[in-house]
């Protein structure tokens, strides 16, 4: 490449849509790209750690449809990642609506277990109204405020009328247990509660053929054969960025300087930002100079982000059955619908419903997943692990009804206080379109300027149109980026 056609590419955040982006570069052929992060690894949003020998991921834990169309499975087999059932063509083949659903237990706030057969009313109401709220188009002539009140809404009128042979106890039992899917489904979205997801924003999102799956190995092992692939001394660590000047606002040869926290500044033709939308909504006001466009701003602002954090439980032996995939929780107590608590500093743990089961990588190891989300993840956060543990313990010694179970280390996850986060992953907030996430993936300037166009990029899950939440749409998203500038020169 002649050195006009080689320009200085600087890339913010080496989480993997970062490193996407700079892997496509520099395969084809550029030589002045840059990663700077924050902090003092690489991953970002994914992060693997142990509990005992059991591998946990602290972040991303999924492969979200895992098929040939999917570029994160392909990376994943690429490198030999995949458990063997993943490859599997029939696995591949399943629709999203055929998955077949985890294996559950099901316990009671009364310490009662109660059966799945007499649950799967429950589920099959809560599977039928999460699949006709994906596919609601029209979001002008509707009555609903949101995705909670049309769930919460459906829910009580067909419960009423096809559960009507039904004794009250049982019909109350079953809306408990739908109160306690949709609990869990808030942490699909990291959103506090479905009242803050905006109903036909939740049909953009796609998904893809495939029967989900994790990385036995863990996430990083990804991370690691991507960084294997590029120069050792792309990145510089522990590196945070003050302020991005475009424009020319520092006059110089160069349309972009990034002022780093360390005095450093670097002068760029282009600057990709892969930072998380929970930094981003934060700190745009002191990041970028000029600062961003009005109508960027506002998608910023209307686009959701919120807290889904995982509390990993070992226990010294299992207190479920050994084909059980998935634990439910019901509070009998709970008079309606609902997937909030009244009170979340007293009340916080009644948010966590659920726990998925870890395969156990040895005999002796004997671990649980409970995931939590919203204002009450974030309470949970400010709390010593002891504390966490101490609540852990009594709930599931009400729902079992054995005094005596009691974990042996627990393992939390903090998004949100995690001061380069801000919480986990993107939704469709109330009011969000598919101009929204148009706006966030545009570049700057943001009308070609023939002289100095593509001075800044966005990539990150939070700018892909219809993957936002998950890696794959990270890594497209890095790619989209590297390319628009591969095109452009």
Known sequence: MSTSEDPEIVIIGCGVSGIAA???LVEAGYHHVRILEATGRSGGRIKTAALGSTITEIGAAYIDGPSEKNPLFCLARDYGLLPPEA????????????DPPLV???FSSSGQRL???SMEPAEELFREILDNASKFQNPQNTSWKSLGHFMRTKAQNQAAERWKDKDETTRQLLLSAFSTMLKFECCESATHSMDDIDLAGFSMFKSLRGVDCTLPRGF????ENLMSELPSDLVTYNCPVRCVHWSNTEGGLSPVTVECENGERIAADHVIVTVPLGYLKKHHSTLFHPPLPAHKLKSIETLGFGTCDK???EFELPWWDADCEIIYLVWEDEETVSDQVSDVSKSWIRKLVTFTVHKPSEKSSHVLCGWICGHEA??????????????????VRTFTGNGTITPKRILCSRWFTDPWTYGSYCHPAIGCTAKDLKNMMEPLPSQETLSQPLQVLFAGEATHPCFYSTVHGAILTGWREADRLITHY
């Open 22 to 24: 700079a892997h496509r």
């Open 87 to 98: 490859l599997n063509p029939e696995n591949q083949a399943v629709d999203v609506d055929e």
């Open 104 to 106: 559950p237990n099901w």
């Open 115 to 117: 059966s799945a057969e």
């Open 220 to 223: 990083e092992r990804l991370i």
């Open 311 to 313: 509390i990993f439980v």
């Open 378 to 395: 974030e309470y949970m956060e400010t709390l010593p692990e002891e504390k966490v543990r101490e609540s852990i313990t009594k709930l």
